[in-house]
């Protein structure tokens, strides 16, 4: 099985920035793609970025492209989510998430994760 811990959820003033830490224990070897979703208050929970813990791949939800960035540290077993230009609207609790191998296309669908944190909370006040 697969670990997750997710850190760095705080409250923020709206444009500010923030970085998320998600780090990864136990069998990490057979689960080489994380991302991170998002769940606001009375709203589905929804996809904000995934990567490849090769790297090579990343992908973005689209009301999160051009502010966030994701990238890993494979020797640490952990990946980042850096956020600017933050929005009121960014305001949810983030999960960090694991899977095996998912195809890019398929990186921003829940069900290919099989491996989630408890989510850590991050506030923007407008």
């Known amino acids: 099985q697969v670990h997750l811990v997710e850190s760095g959820g705080a409250l923020v003033q709206a444009g500010g920035s923030l970085r998320l830490s998600c780090a990864a224990s136990?069998?990490?070897?057979?689960?080489?793609?994380m991302g991170w979703f998002r769940q606001a208050p009375g709203k589905e929970r929804e996809f904000v970025a995934a990567?490849?813990?090769?790297?090579?791949?990343?992908a973005y939800g689209d009301s999160v492209k051009g502010r966030f960035t994701i990238s890993s540290d494979n020797a640490k077993n952990t990946i980042y989510l850096q956020m600017h230009s933050l929005k009121f609207e960014d305001t949810a609790v983030y999960y960090c998430a694991a899977g095996r191998p998912i195809p890019i296309q398929a990186m921003d669908a829940q069900s290919q994760y099989d491996a989630w944190g408890q989510g850590t909370q991050v506030t923007v006040s407008s």
């Open positions: 136990g069998r990490t070897s057979s689960h080489t793609a």
């Open positions: 990567i490849s813990m090769s790297g090579i791949m990343t």
